[in-house]
């Protein structure tokens, strides 16, 4: 190997070193942006450090996956060591969602923005303390208001919706069929 390629391997090395670092500290996902902000580095730098950190998580004796997330990265336990300790680490029976909770966020992900009254005709029953919930569990948030007689609240889909859906993005929700795609039209 010649000696511009050791140095450059030895950069990405600590490179990788240095935002893994950085992941262990910060509970969010970051986008390349924040972490190269973070560090130091240059945006080019931690776009080549990250696969590098991926690809040395991969091996078999490590218990960590690089992952991305609503445009950011993070680091999370690996599916094999996440089965070992969910029952310790798992969210707790208290933040399980009911049916009613569940088609709620359902609605809001597939038609945000949304408002009460449009989520409240497309279920057909008050969607008040449903809202109420989705709010207090930080998976859906107020996305302003509507152009419309009253002004009425739009919601929409959080980050955290997205951590706790294991989605990179809203794009990466379940492709719905034509049958229930009218189930979330206004009439």
Known sequence: MAET????LNGLCGAAALI????FLETDPLPVGKLAQITGLSEETVGAALPY???SL???????ELSQLGGGWFLMPKAETWEILKERYGKK???????AALET???IAYSQPITKSEIEKIRGVSADSMIRGLLEKELIAEKGRRNSPGRPMMYGTTLKFLNVFKLKSIADLPKLSEVEKTKFELN
């Open 105 to 107: 966020l359902s609605i």
């Open 93 to 99: 029976n208290d933040d399980r969602l009911s049916r």
């Open 5 to 8: 390629e050791t140095e450059d």
């Open 20 to 23: 893994e670092a950085v992941f």
């Open 53 to 55: 950190l991926s690809d």
């Open 58 to 64: 991969k091996a078999a004796d490590r218990g960590l």
